[in-house]
């Protein structure tokens, strides 16, 4: 939920454990829903997207949560880099969309793969910030304050008209 701490180590099996998980349901899933031996059909592109769509969303939202608690363990802030990192990659695949084959395009592409890779690595290999607390939650919630204890007056009952009630006051 985008929230705790990862360092370097856990970073890594996370990430090796998500793909393995991801892979094999997409294998598995692959695997059942392929068309029966002989029977001449082929398996449609809808057929394929929703096998690919399923478990790949749940997986992004697990990337990013892990993504987070790792860049909040090394000391910066997780929207910033993720924003920016999808903004990166938003621009390496519209580019070619909107202009022409050429080497503006070619360089583009390198620069997103260059700068993802960067921040890959640097999620990989960066230190973690140790002026942290060592928690295993890094937000702390915050216990709401309360004024000091005072006596209260006892307050006044006021007399009903039918007598002594129970409950929601004689409803």
């Known amino acids: 939920m985008f929230r705790g701490r990862l360092r370097r180590l856990q970073y890594l099996a996370a ?7 991801v892979g094999c349901v997409i294998a598995g899933s692959f695997w059942i829903m392929r068309p029966p031996p002989g029977s001449g059909h082929v398996m449609r592109a809808g057929t394929t997207l929703l096998i690919l769509a399923i478990p ?13 608690a790792r860049i ?4 910066w802030e997780p929207p910033i880099l993720i924003a920016s990192s ?17 080497a503006t395009v070619d360089i583009i592409a390198k620069a997103a793969k260059a700068v993802n890779l960067a921040y ?5 290999l960066l230190p973690s910030n140790f002026h942290v607390p ?3 939650s890094f937000d702390p919630q915050l216990a709401p304050t309360r004024p000091e204890k005072s006596e209260a ?8 008209r039918s007598g002594p009630t ?6």
């Open 86 to 102: 999808l903004a990166i990659t938003a621009i390496a695949y519209l580019v070619p969309l909107l202009m022409p084959e050429g």
């Open 166 to 171: 129970f409950g929601r006051r004689g409803l």
């Open 15 to 21: 990430c090796f454990l998500l793909s393995l998980v």
């Open 134 to 136: 060592d928690s295993s």
């Open 56 to 68: 790949m969303l749940p997986s992004f939202w697990i990337g990013f949560s892990i993504q987070a």
């Open 120 to 124: 890959g690595l640097a999620l990989l």
């Open 72 to 75: 909040r363990d090394i000391g």
């Open 153 to 160: 007056s006892p307050a006044q009952r006021v007399a009903s």
